[in-house]
């Protein structure tokens, strides 16, 4: 399957005829010929009409990237020419944006998204198969003779084709006969003059079968006839009348006859239009008549002059733009007459497309040239020298100055990738290797940029971590464990750990840490702050910090936590030993009074054994025994309450009873 540009054999086998330089889709398309599907690759638009125009192939895959001219044309000049054809198109999102009209009125059977899988081509391309087996068969054409100069030079080409249209319309008017006679009247007379001519009426019919109204129909349509009333007004035309005789009475020949007048007439009108060479008259006048009979045998036969008139008047056009210098304009108008399928006018395009694809191809390089000098290699979008160098590719694959200008830009994408390094733009430098990778870079320049760019990163996060670290240090110096949230000693250390958590600068920090930590911690106990002593101790655990320094800390937050208990709960005061206790005064009033009564009290026993903070909780008479209770229990002594060896406070409740026996 290797590509072709020249005409294929008239009876090759029927397939599909692939337009496309991509590796990945010839591929993936080779893989599917293994599966007993004919293919024919091709390298150009031209190559692909000729492959169209001589073999039996009745599907195509065009690549976007590989036409020379819009893909939107492309593909709407080949369906013109070969309606049957079943189109898949491959490209971009953009290609197919342009190309939305075509697929959707299904002129594109299928798009292809770019980079394509293998799997999508073989769906894809099974499918368009399938579609074109299932259409019925065109009758085929004999393919065109192939002029034996059709890369000879412009000018000889031209001339060539100006005088063989010429002497083909020619003959055509030297040889056409009359039109046919219509068809027998009612009468069973043939006006084939008048028929000819387009200028009589049908004869007068014999008397009518027709129901009357319809009778009137007929009527008003032979004097629309001999108004010159062809075709309008809608609905009172020669041609409208007629037809609605004709639903009442298929067979009628009067108006059968009439119909074949006004086609005549209209037929005459566009020869005339020929003659004058106003083309565009000529064609309308012939849809017209087509839309009245369309199998009147002159309107093929006119349809076929037109085009022949057409294809004169474009290479006439052609060989004066080119003989001017203009290649662009000649291009331009045998673009317009590409669609006949005329191998004349598809020479003379071929030529002067060749002359133009060289000249762009060339400048396209030199654009890439001064991209490269300016340093924009493949950015900015659709100006960089990658840009230039693939569109000069696409126009000629084997242009003799594609090769050098790929080195170069190789040589530039590998220096740009090295200076990036250097610079320590690393993501530029990924990206530049990646792209030289793209654009056939050695492997071995590409292994020697990915050693340099990941010893630089290595090198770089050193730095970075020992800039890291002393900020830490810092930190940790002035005691900013905590806050700034952002940058603190413990934002810090996350830094740290996250870059490299066995790093031996890592564990040292989070153990100098975990320790300023405690610290705090007992700063926060010493002040009787249980709640912030846990809150340090929770931190220093959060980072990972152990050993017996935090155990330490978390008994002296427990010991902390009971005496505090110690001195907010009270406790019987039989649980204490008194070692002095004082009867308290019966109150002298009470006494007399006959009266009795208890007082609750809390106290505190200090540390020395002493009783202080006496309070009276409760009483019984209240008022009347609270002061002796207080006096006498504020006099007493305790043996002082041991906490891990070590006297502490204790609260002490009892109830005391004045009872006057």
């Known amino acids: 399957m290797a590509l072709h540009s020249a005409f294929i054999p008239v009876g090759a086998p029927a397939g599909l005829v692939a337009l496309t330089r991509d590796p990945a889709l010839v591929a993936a398309l080779r893989v599917l010929a293994e599966d007993g599907h004919h293919f024919e690759f091709v390298a150009s638009d031209t190559a692909l009409t000729d492959h169209l125009m001589a073999s039996a192939t009745r599907a195509a895959l065009i690549d976007g990237a590989a036409a020379s001219v819009p893909v939107a044309q492309l593909t709407d000049r080949l369906k013109a020419q070969f309606p049957d054809l079943v189109l898949v198109v491959a490209g971009t999102a953009a290609d197919q944006g342009v190309l939305a009209p075509l697929i959707t009125d299904g002129r594109v059977f299928r798009f292809l998204h770019k980079p394509v899988s293998a799997q999508r081509v073989k769906l894809f391309v099974e499918s368009a198969f399938r579609h074109s087996d299932a259409m019925p068969p065109t009758p085929a054409a004999a393919p065109p003779a192939r002029s034996s100069g059709a890369r000879s030079r412009l000018p000889l080409v031209l001339g060539g084709l100006s005088l063989a249209i010429v002497a083909a319309v020619a003959i055509w008017w030297a040889m056409r006969e009359p039109a046919p006679a219509t068809a027998p009247t009612s009468s069973g007379t043939a006006p084939a003059d008048a028929a000819r001519a387009g200028a009589a009426a049908p004869a007068p019919a014999a008397p009518s079968d027709l129901d009357p109204a319809t009778q009137r129909v007929l009527e008003r349509a032979d004097a629309a006839l001999a108004a010159g009333q062809l075709v309008s007004p809608p609905g009172e035309s020669a041609a409208d009348l007629y037809r609605l005789v004709l639903a009442k009475s298929p067979a009628h020949a009067r108006a059968t006859a009439g119909l074949d007048a006004v086609t005549n007439r209209l037929l005459a009108d566009a020869e005339q239009a020929i003659v004058a060479e106003d083309l565009d008259s000529a064609a309308q006048l012939v849809d017209v008549a087509r839309g009245v ?37 000649a291009i331009a108008v045998l673009e317009r007459g590409s669609s006949s399928g005329s191998e004349l006018i598809g020479a003379a395009k071929r030529e002067l497309q060749q002359q133009e694809i060289d000249l762009q191809a060339a400048s ?30 696409a126009l000629a694959p084997e242009h003799a100055g594609l090769r050098e200008a790929q080195r170069k830009l190789q040589v530039a994408l590998v220096a740009a990738a090295r200076d990036a390094i250097g610079a320590g733009d690393f993501a530029a430098a990924e990206l530049g290797i990646a792209t030289g990778a793209e654009n056939g870079v050695a492997r071995s320049e590409l292994d020697a940029l990915r050693r340099e760019l990941a010893a630089a990163q290595v090198a770089l996060q050193a730095d970075e971590f020992t800039a890291l670290a002393q900020r830490f240090n810092a930190q940790l110096r002035a005691n900013r464990l905590l806050e700034p949230a952002a940058d603190s000693a413990l934002a810090l250390y996350g830094q740290m750990r996250e870059a490299n958590a066995q790093h031996p600068q890592t564990l040292a920090a989070r153990n100098a840490l975990g320790s300023r930590m405690l610290g705090e911690s007992r700063v926060a106990l010493a002040r009787s702050d249980v709640a912030g002593a846990q809150r340090w101790v929770g931190e220093a655990e959060a980072i990972g910090f152990t050993g017996l320094e935090l155990t330490n800390a978390k008994r002296d937050i427990a010991t902390q936590q009971a005496r505090a208990q110690r001195l907010t709960e009270a406790v019987p005061v039989g649980q204490l030993t008194r070692t002095r206790t004082i009867e308290p005064r019966y109150p002298p009033a009470a006494q007399s009074a006959g009266q009795e009564g208890w007082v609750d009290l809390e106290f505190t026993v200090t540390r020395t054994g002493t009783v202080e903070d006496v309070q009276v909780i409760d009483a019984s008479p209240a008022g009347v025994f609270d002061e002796a209770a207080s006096d006498a229990v504020a006099r007493w002594r305790f043996r002082p309450v041991e906490a891990n060896g070590v006297a502490v406070p204790q609260r002490a409740k009892l109830r005391m009873r004045f009872d006057l026996q």
């Open 293 to 329: 009979l369309p199998e009147h045998p002159r309107v093929a036969f006119l349809t076929t002059q037109i085009g022949k008139e057409r294809e004169r008047q474009l290479l006439t056009t052609a060989r004066q733009a080119a003989a001017s210098g203009n290649l662009d304009r």
């Open 364 to 393: 396209f390089l030199a654009l890439a040239d001064a991209r490269m000098q300016a340093g924009a290699l493949v950015d900015p979008a659709q100006d960089n020298a990658r840009y230039y160098i693939e569109s000069a590719r």
